[in-house]
């Protein structure tokens, strides 16, 4: 079947814009993350949905970013107002929803910030 | 926050020969899992060695899991080129998986 797939596969934009990521993950599954990395650097998580649950949001950096998922299923991440520390590839993960089960990545969105 | 700490950070070696990459974490796990990122982009998994289980293979690639150390190694053996790439380990948070910093390995031909 088919995996996560992510758009736009690379987005340049300019200090000040909004810009919007999506996220489509694989069927069935209730968990969706997204996590966010800088070049040469581990995963950051950033947010987290579990089925119609309030999703975590402990790890979005500042106010703005935010994330929604619509159905249970396609999410979108949002930064406004974007900086140029806001650089980076931002991967999108689903898995089963279960604790520890293995995550599903997309391919990331390489945003860049001018 | 990141509990898992991948060693070394980097590594380079000789394609054909082996290569280890360790993990260490800091609290009770469940499992333990290891992927593969090539190019920065996404994580693909390749193994998952629960708590309770000490070494599992998968192809060329072995893992090791010592609960009493908190560690675990990643042994890839006859490297080849299209090995380089960095590695993660991931260990099981509250609902989600808590990541290293990850180890860049370096295939020369």
């Known amino acids: 079947g088919a995996g996560v797939s992510q758009s736009p596969s690379n987005k340049v934009t300019e200090k000040g814009k909004d810009v919007e990521l999506r996220c489509d993950p694989i069927?069935?599954?209730?968990?969706l993350y997204w996590y966010r990395q800088s070049l040469g650097q581990g995963l950051e998580f950033l947010i987290y949905f579990q089925g119609n649950s309030a999703p975590d949001k402990s790890g979005l950096p500042s106010d703005r970013f935010s994330a929604e998922r619509t159905g249970g299923s396609v999410s979108t991440l949002t930064i406004q107002r974007t900086q140029q520390e806001d650089s980076a590839v931002y991967l999108c993960a689903s898995s089963l929803g279960l604790a520890g089960k293995t995550q599903y990545f997309g391919p990331g969105t390489r945003l860049l910030v001018l | 926050s990141q509990q898992g700490e991948e060693d070394p950070q980097a590594l380079s070696i000789q394609e054909g020969e082996n290569a280890t990459m360790n993990c260490s974490y800091k609290t009770s796990i469940n499992n333990l899992q290891w992927y593969r990122q090539n190019s920065g982009r996404g994580l693909v998994h390749l193994i998952l060695?629960?708590?309770n289980e000490r070494e599992k293979h998968s192809g060329r690639l072995r893992v090791t899991l010592d609960t009493s150390k908190k560690s675990s190694s990643l042994l890839i053996t006859a490297s080849r080129a299209a090995d380089t790439a960095s590695y993660f380990c991931a260990t099981d948070g509250n609902y989600q998986l808590i990541w290293g910093a990850g180890t860049k390995l370096i295939i020369k031909p």
């Open positions: 060695i629960r708590s």
């Open positions: 069927s069935g599954h209730t968990a």
